[in-house]
């Protein structure tokens, strides 16, 4: 699965003053440029340093791509060989600065990045935290609220094997559930029906009082936003789990 670039610096820092520089930072200038496949992270990483050293900046800005290029690979001998050869055609005193910084960088042990933050890279919407309603899951799952306003949404993720019990949202009128899914791959099932893949795209609709499962494929994990349609006396009921049997026999 390749890694995806996901920036909010810009939104952090100015979203509120300047919005538009703030989405052209996140949403182009990494969103779009930095994901572009047709050059590999590490080198991309290491020419962003070069550009940077060749203009002078050695603020924490240059520290952090300085970071962003040992995490993707470039060892500290490239470093200071592409440092020093920069430093022919950019100026002896800047090579000096940069190699400040990136004797700091190097000196710092990588942290190990877990299997969630592998998978975080790969979409756009929060993981989030442990799920609190995990009693009713079989496996490790993550919940990101990302509205509670209007229309309620949240972002659940589950781990490899990770699904929820059957369960069914009642209502009078209305209610029921909507399935986006924004990662990875995993299955819905209706209670009498064949289940129902699901991957980047695929929106399921889930009436009320309709008996049913969804989560993770065995060897994937898999992130839905879940919205909540509004109905008169709405309430969720939680059922048994998915059989091991049953849920061996998706694929």
């Not at 991309?44 to 940077?52: G, K, M, P, Q």
């Not at 094997?161 to 995993?186: D, F, T, Y």
């Not at 399921?204 to 919205?227: E, Q, T, Y």
Request: one cysteine or more; a negative charge.
């Amino acid at each position: 699965m390749k890694e995806k670039i996901v920036q909010t610096a810009g939104r952090n820092a100015l979203g509120q003053f300047a919005p538009a520089f703030a989405h052209f930072n996140d949403d182009v200038l990494f969103g779009e440029n930095w994901n572009n496949a047709d050059i590999d992270l590490k080198t991309r990483s290491l020419i962003t340093v070069v550009a940077l050293m060749a203009q002078g900046i050695t603020d924490s800005s240059l520290k952090y791509h300085i970071t962003n290029a040992k995490a993707h690979g470039v060892t500290q001998k490239e470093m200071a060989a592409a440092i020093t050869h920069v430093a022919f055609y950019a100026g002896w005193p800047k090579a000096w600065a940069v190699f400040n910084l990136a004797k700091e960088v190097y000196s710092e042990p990588i942290e190990e990045a877990t299997e969630k933050d592998r998978y975080q890279n790969t979409i756009f919407f929060p993981v989030g935290e442990p799920n609190p309603y995990g009693q009713f899951f079989v496996g490790q799952s993550y919940l990101a609220p990302l509205s509670t306003g209007q229309v309620p949404i949240f972002n659940v993720t589950f781990e490899p094997g990770c699904r929820n019990n059957w369960h069914i949202h009642h209502a009078k009128s209305g209610g029921g559930q909507m399935l986006v899914c924004v990662g990875g791959r995993g299955y819905y099932q209706e209670w009498g029906s064949k289940p129902v893949e699901m991957t980047p795209g695929r929106v399921i609709n889930i009436p009320a009082n309709v008996k049913h499962w969804h989560g993770a494929a065995a060897d994937c994990w898999f992130s839905h936003l879940a919205l909540e349609v509004p109905g008169e006396d709405a309430s969720t009921e939680w059922c048994e789990a998915v059989s091991d049997e049953d849920y061996k026999n998706l694929d």
